[in-house]
Structures are given as C-alpha cells and as structure tokens.
C-alpha cells in the first residue's frame, strides 16, 4: 500500500508539473507615455488557457526596460500567481519593413558587381586570346597587301572595343559600389536598433477552468523621452503673436510605437521623488593623516572598485479656402498635481530611430506690442521687437524657438521661462527702412592737461530718421563709461534727456517717429584721471 501511494503521489506531482505549460502570448504596444527622459509603454493580450497553472510569456520586448516597473492586471477567470522578467539573447527584434527593404537593396545590388565583374573577366580572357593569336597564316604562306591590312584594322578594332567595353565595366562597377556603401551606411544606423536581444515578462496564472485571458502590461524603458521646441510667428506689426508648442520624441529602444496612443508628461523620473533629508552639520578641527604608500594603494584601489557600479547603473540609467488642422487640434492639457499632460487624442506613430520625430501640442496666441530698438554703438540696424505677455499660462519649457515675421523664418532663439519677466521680447529681426547714425562732434570732444592732471570731455550724436509710411516707436539706447578706479572721475555733462542710470550707465531714449520724421539727440561726458596713467576702454 506505501509503494501504491508514493507512486501515486510521485505521478500527481509529474501532472502537475507537466500542467504548469509555457505559452507565447502576442501583444501590441496600444498606449505610451512620454516623460522628458524615459516612457511608460503599455501593451495588451488576449489568449486562451487551459485548466491549471500556465506561465504565459510576453515575448518580443525590448531589452532596456526596467523590470522593477513592470505591472501586470488582467481580466477574466484566473489567477496571477507571479511576474518575472528574463532576458532572451537567441531571438531579436522583428525586422521591419524598411531594413529588409534596405537588405534586400544590398544583395540586389551585390549580384549586380558579380555580374559586370564576370562580363568584365569575358574581356579580359577575349584580349589575351586575340594578343596569343598574332601570327598570321603558315611559315611558307604569302598574303597580299589586302589581307594584312584586314587583319590589322580587325585586331585594332576589337582590341579598341574590348578596352572601352572594360572601361564602361569599371565605371558601372564603381558606381554600383558607391550605391552598396551608401546603403549599408543607412543599413548600419537601422541595425543598431534592431539588431539587440529581446527580453519577455512571465506572467504565471491558474485558473480552475479553461477561460479567456486578457492582459495589460505595463513597463518603463529608458532610452526614450521629449524635448520642447516652438515656433513663434508674427503676421503684421497689429497681430498678436502666435506660439506653436512642439515637442520633438525620440526613442531607440527597438520596439516600434506604431499607432499608438501617446501622452507627453513633463515629468522627469530621473530627478527622483524623495524628499532630501537634512543631517546634523558637525564641525571639528582638521587632523593631519599621513598614509603609507601600500595603504595608498589599497585606497585608490578601493576608491576605483567602489566606483565601478556606480558607472555601471550610470549606463543602464501635420481644401480650398480652408486651413488645414494639425494634431495640435486634437490635444488636450491636463494639469496634474505636480505636473503637466498633454494627451493626444489621433493615433501616432513613433519609430525606433536616432532621429526625432515631431508632435504639434498646441497653439496659442499672446497679445503683444511691437517697437523698435536701436543700439547705434554696436550696430546701426534697428531691430524690431514683439513683447509678448500672457505666455505663463502655457506651461513652457526651456527650449529652442524658430522665430517668423510676415511668413519668412528669421531666426532662432531660446525660450528660458525661469529667466523670463512679465514680458517675453522676440526679436523679429532689421528694419534698413530707419536710417540710423551715430557721430563723434569734434569740435565739441578735447583733451586738457590740468596740473597732475588730464581732462578728456567727449560729445556723441545720435540721428533717427523714419523713412517708413506709417509711425514708429523706438526705443535708443547708449552709455557712458563707469569707472571702476578711485582716480578716475567720470561726469556726466549732458545725458540728452535720456533715462539714465548712474550704476550701469546705460541711457534709454524713448520715441515716437512720424513718417520721414528725423530726431537728434547728443551727449557729453567727460572724464579725469592722473597724466602719467594711462586709461583702457576710451
């Protein structure tokens, strides 16, 4: 009876061991959410399973996602039991379309130069025939005049086609060859993506009865985020200033993000979410250690063995008369508690790729006031500002903007909402129609010695004329020196009537020009120093 019942036993166990099967579960990457450094991939699958204890592997993912990320649920009559991640280094990444496109270019063109290389070895075995076979007729043969100068002109015209013919091999096997280097170079970039191992997640369940399963998946890679750029876009000099947020997405992680559900978060998971802790600041006098040469050692050593992990973790860490719509219709911002979402409802694609790929978030539009601006001393262009306000409503940040005036790019610049005021100032670029001078008046400018003493007095000039059929206002801005020395004296004689500024020295003019209206404006300073010193920056 005890050999009856271990036997029995040793055969429930080897059922029940056979029961728990390993099955391959296809899934598809449905939504994605895009922090600015790392992403949120979430998958989904649906199988059947049988009665029992079934370990289903979601295979074909990438290798560089974290795996204390993962989360799990499901839906239907079963029970997850545990999760586990694994590597696979046997099977890698599905290769799509455009790579096998890319592959099979290469081998089309490959056998391409193997066959001019052998219609090019045809001649060449042709011309060593011809060149072995010189000898005409027999030892006591006689040929006229004729026949020499037939054989003649046919070795010299088959050896000449032979030689042109090579020639035509040569170039089109070079060029084929340029084309094969060129392939394999774009070839290369693709391969660095997909040519990785894959990693699957275990999902082992038990369910009483055969039943449905479907399964979300979760699961943060690295390797991936989104970075903001603008457009800024001004009409006229009477429009408000149109603000196109973007986001440029990147991702190399080799999975393919194809229509997908995207949400872009200004969050950051690598800035962590632990509050810092203060510990008690403790002072003491420095006590001098003097180490041996040996012990020396041991601690560089140390110090190089204890630096290894951290370098490792740092490693793994858009019809008639209708303006078309734009992705930047269909978003919507949700402001979180501590940060903000944009969540686009159309479905996107985003491919596993060195380059970005671009996304319209939203479009806005901030009141502004346009002026003109003017530094004669360093450039005698007047440059035409848009002060735009309102844009702390946007949620902005840092990032390059490419500026727009009247349809035509213009610039770059970079938006720095932590350094803006109330007003962003967009530079939208010369105006040659405001003629602008700036001249030194000599007879007003000398140079006098008083006593121990040396007195220079200097007297500036500065003209804007509006040649323009419409009113302006300008703002003109100059300076006077600052002296950083006790034993430099610098006085202001006359300022023009300029807002001046004792500590900068800076002087701001503001005016309202009419059309073809002139104004003038000049200044006097002068300054006071030792005779026997000489003074730098006049």
């Known amino acids: 009876m005890k050999r009856q019942f271990l036997a029995l036993a040793l055969l429930a166990c080897t059922l029940q061991a056979a029961a728990q099967t390993d099955k391959p579960v296809e899934s598809k990457i449905t939504n994605v959410t895009v922090f600015l450094s790392k992403a949120q991939v979430t998958r989904k699958a649906s199988t059947r399973i049988e009665a029992g204890k079934t370990n289903l592997l979601v295979t074909g993912?990438?290798?560089?996602?974290d795996p204390e990320s993962i989360q799990v649920t499901g839906k239907g009559g079963f029970i997850i039991m545990g999760i586990a991640h694994q590597q696979n280094f046997l099977n890698e990444f599905n290769m799509p379309r455009s790579l096998r496109v890319l592959r099979d270019s290469v081998e089309f063109y490959q056998k391409q130069v193997s066959l001019e290389q052998?219609?090019?070895?045809?001649?060449?075995?042709?011309?060593?025939m011809l060149l072995s076979n010189q000898k005409i007729g027999g030892a006591n043969q006689n040929l006229t005049v004729a026949e020499l100068r037939a054989m003649a002109d046919f070795y010299r015209s088959r050896l000449?086609?032979?030689?042109?013919?090579?020639?035509?091999?040569?170039?089109?096997?070079?060029?084929?060859?340029?084309?094969?280097?060129?392939?394999?170079?774009?070839?290369?970039?693709?391969n660095e993506l997909y040519g990785r191992n894959t990693s699957e997640i275990v999902v082992s369940v038990s369910a009483d009865a055969a039943t449905s399963v479907d399964l979300e998946v979760n699961y943060v890679v690295v390797n991936a985020g989104w970075y903001p750029v603008y457009d800024l876009r001004a009409i006229d000099t009477k429009s408000p200033v149109q603000l196109s947020y973007k986001a440029n997405v990147f991702q190399g992680t080799g999975e393919e993000w194809k229509n997908v559900k995207l949400k872009l978060s200004t969050a950051n998971p690598n800035l962590g979410g632990l509050k810092p802790e203060l510990y008690t600041w403790y002072l003491?006098?420095?006590?001098?250690?003097?180490?041996?040469?040996?012990?020396?050692?041991?601690?560089?050593?140390?110090?190089?063995?204890?630096?290894?992990?951290a370098a490792a973790r740092e490693m793994n860490v858009a019809e008639d008369e209708i303006d078309a719509a734009s992705v930047s219709d269909y978003v919507t911002t949700v402001q979180t508690s501590l940060n903000t979402e944009f969540d686009i409802a159309l479905p996107y694609t985003v491919s596993s790729s060195s380059k970005p790929t671009l996304v319209d978030?939203?479009?806005?539009?901030?009141?502004?006031?346009?002026?003109?601006?003017?530094?004669?001393?360093?450039?005698?262009?007047?440059?035409?500002?848009?002060?735009?306000?309102?844009?702390?409503?946007?949620?902005?940040?840092?990032?390059?903007?490419?500026i727009f005036f009247e349809g035509t790019f213009v610039s770059k610049t970079f938006i720095?909402?932590?350094?803006?005021?109330?007003?962003?100032a967009i530079s939208l670029g010369r105006d040659k129609r405001i003629v602008v001078k700036r001249d030194k008046?000599?007879?007003?400018?000398?140079?006098?010695?008083?006593?121990?003493?040396?007195?220079e007095s200097y007297t500036w000039e500065i003209s804007i004329r509006n040649t323009k059929t419409e009113p302006i206002k300008i703002t003109v801005e100059d300076q006077l020196p600052v002296t950083q020395n006790a034993q430099i004296e610098v006085t202001p004689l006359n300022t023009g009537g300029a807002n001046f500024n004792k500590d900068t020295g800076k002087m701001i003019w503001n005016w309202n020009l009419q059309p073809n209206e002139?104004?003038?404006v000049s200044y006097q300073f002068e300054v006071k120093y030792p005779k026997d010193k000489i003074v730098t920056g006049l």
């Not at 993912?61 to 996602?65: A, K, P, R």
């Not at 020639?167 to 693709?190: P, T, W, Y």
Request: aromatic residues 4%; without cysteine; charged residues 35%.
């Open 61 to 65: 993912l990438t290798s560089q996602l």
């Open 118 to 128: 052998s219609q090019k070895e045809i001649l060449n075995k042709e011309e060593q």
């Open 160 to 190: 000449g086609e032979i030689v042109s013919s090579r020639m035509k091999q040569d170039e089109k096997i070079k060029k084929i060859n340029e084309r094969i280097v060129k392939l394999q170079a774009q070839m290369n970039e693709q």
């Open 284 to 309: 003491d006098f420095q006590v001098p250690i003097t180490y041996s040469r040996r012990d020396n050692a041991k601690g560089e050593e140390a110090m190089r063995s204890a630096a290894k992990p």
């Open 361 to 402: 978030i939203r479009k806005h539009e901030m009141k502004a006031q346009y002026n003109y601006s003017v530094a004669p001393k360093l450039d005698l262009d007047a440059f035409l500002l848009a002060k735009a306000t309102g844009w702390e409503e946007f949620n902005l940040l840092p990032g390059e903007a490419n």
């Open 416 to 424: 720095d909402p932590n350094n803006i005021k109330d007003t962003l």
């Open 441 to 455: 008046l000599k007879d007003l400018t000398s140079r006098k010695l008083i006593g121990t003493s040396q007195k």
């Open 518 to 520: 002139t104004k003038k």
